[in-house]
């Protein structure tokens, strides 16, 4: 991770709400095979509700941002407001036609509708080939 | 006050530590300027990216260059 942590490109922070359930995994999965991919850069949601500088900040000077939220509870949203961060792109898992359940053994098709979703989202037509994503440490934008 | 500027060292994090420099100097504040240059010492302020401005531990900005004015508010806050 800390080989990419500074990479200029990619820049959009993907905030996933990680919740209990498959589609929060789902949203969690989606954002670490995008980050993968180079489509931008997982970041601690955690964080931001933890009230943390770093992560407050970051959030609210990032240009471009998608937030994925599970279902429509809606944690990852009302995390942002509550930290007063501008909600950016956001998708909701279930919004794709994905059932919430406790089951935790995520499917590949299930996985690759959520990146499709945040991909459509963002306006972006495929994700940047992994290999496209800087090696180095260097600064933001 | 303390103030660290991250950022492994490119031009953008040269230029924050000239405007915050600058902005020390003008507001007349007494304040201990640190670089933070290492790449975990900077993963752990918890940023996104840099340079990044830290006033007495509080994250003021990550990701681009502050304006002096903005620099010179939070410093006399």
Redesign the interface.
């Known amino acids: 991770m800390?080989q990419n942590?500074?990479a200029p490109q990619s820049?959009v922070?993907i905030l996933a709400c990680s919740g209990g359930s498959n589609v929060g995994q789902l949203s969690n999965q989606a954002a670490i095979e995008l980050t993968q991919e180079g489509l931008g850069?997982m970041?601690?949601l955690a964080?931001i509700g933890g009230n943390?500088?770093?992560?407050?900040?970051?959030?609210?000077?990032?240009d471009q941002m998608v937030a994925i939220d599970g279902c429509k509870v809606g944690c990852a949203k009302a995390i942002l407001e509550q930290a007063g961060v501008p909600l950016q792109e956001y998708v909701v898992v279930t919004d794709s036609g994905i059932e919430k359940d406790k089951n935790f053994s995520l499917k590949a098709e299930e996985i690759a509708k959520v990146k499709s979703a945040v991909l459509d989202a963002c306006g972006t037509g495929a994700p940047v080939a992994a290999d496209q994503t800087s090696k180095t440490?260097?600064?933001?934008? | 006050m303390e103030i660290k500027i991250l950022?492994?060292g490119?031009?953008?994090?040269e230029q924050t530590s000239k405007i915050v420099a600058e902005a020390v100097s003008e507001t007349g504040v007494e304040a201990n300027v640190e670089k933070v240059t290492g790449?975990?010492d900077?993963?752990g302020?918890?940023?996104?990216?840099?340079?990044?401005v830290?006033i007495d531990?509080?994250?003021?900005?990550?990701?681009?260059i502050p304006k002096k004015e903005d620099v010179k508010s939070w410093l006399t806050k």
């Open positions: 800390v942590f500074f820049n922070m850069k970041f601690c964080g943390l500088s770093g992560f407050v900040q970051s959030a609210k000077d990032i440490i260097g600064c933001c934008g | 950022g492994p490119c031009p953008k994090c790449v975990m900077i993963a302020y918890g940023v996104f990216g840099t340079p990044a830290v531990g509080d994250v003021k900005c990550v990701g681009k």
